[in-house]
T-cell receptor
């Protein structure tokens, strides 16, 4: 079983739709949770960063973390064609060990927003 | 300001050969990490370096090695290439260690092994 599971999609939605992207994880040591966006032939760029359970909002993006269920989500409101990309969830443990700062990624979800 | 830069952009090698990939971090960043992203998968952690010392290693064979130079740039070396090493190799830099330091990714080097 992978430490982080993410539905690869692909997901296709009309412009203006609300998009929900999800990841589950099995390692209870994960404390830091991130969402990256990756355009074709580019490196990932950080969208959202959260620590511990709860919600965090940034413009059209909302990140949700439920540590009791080991489940994180990213919501995109009023989706735009420019949001078409691969979305990657990533997680990191809190401290110490030989992999301090190591990011563990999900498989990525391919999102297409059509006009 | 320049972001993370990687060279070369693309590389084609044959099985058994050796390859060296290069990364220049954002100015002021002292930590560099390397990730392998196979097509259709998320990036997998290979190494993390901080202040020229290896501070983390992922589950990769000894054919993979890396180093960090005094100017904080880094090289990833892969010996005895296998077909399965074909992937996008990503370099990420951050100010320091620890998961609270945002990792900024470069555009990657696409390696094809024939």
């Amino acid at each position: 079983q992978k430490e982080v599971e993410q539905d690869p999609g692909p997901l296709s939605v009309p412009e203006g739709a609300i998009v929900s992207l999800n990841c589950t994880y099995s390692n209870s040591a994960f404390q830091y949770f991130m969402w990256y966006r990756q355009y074709s032939r580019k490196g990932p760029e950080l969208l959202m960063y959260t620590y511990s359970s709860g919600n965090k909002e940034d413009g059209r993006f909302t990140a949700q973390v439920d540590k009791s269920s080991k489940y994180i989500s990213l919501f995109i409101r009023d989706s735009q064609p420019s949001d078409s990309a691969t979305y990657l969830c990533a997680m990191s443990a809190s401290a110490g060990g030989t992999s301090y700062g190591k990011l563990t990624f999900g498989q990525g979800t391919i999102l297409t927003v059509h006009p | 300001d320049a972001g993370v830069t990687q060279s070369p952009t693309h590389l084609i090698k044959t099985r058994g050969q050796h390859v060296t990939l290069r990364c220049s971090p954002i100015s002021g960043h002292k930590s560099v990490s390397w990730y392998q992203q196979v097509l259709g998968q998320g990036p997998q952690f290979i190494f993390q370096y901080y202040e020229k010392e290896e501070r983390g290693r992922g589950n990769f064979p000894d054919r993979f090695s890396a180093r960090q130079f005094p100017n904080y740039s880094s090289e990833l070396n892969v010996n005895a290439l296998l077909l399965g090493d074909s992937a996008l190799y990503l370099c990420a830099s951050s100010l320091g260690l620890g998961p609270y330091n945002e990792q900024f990714f470069g555009p990657g080097t696409r390696l094809t092994v024939l």
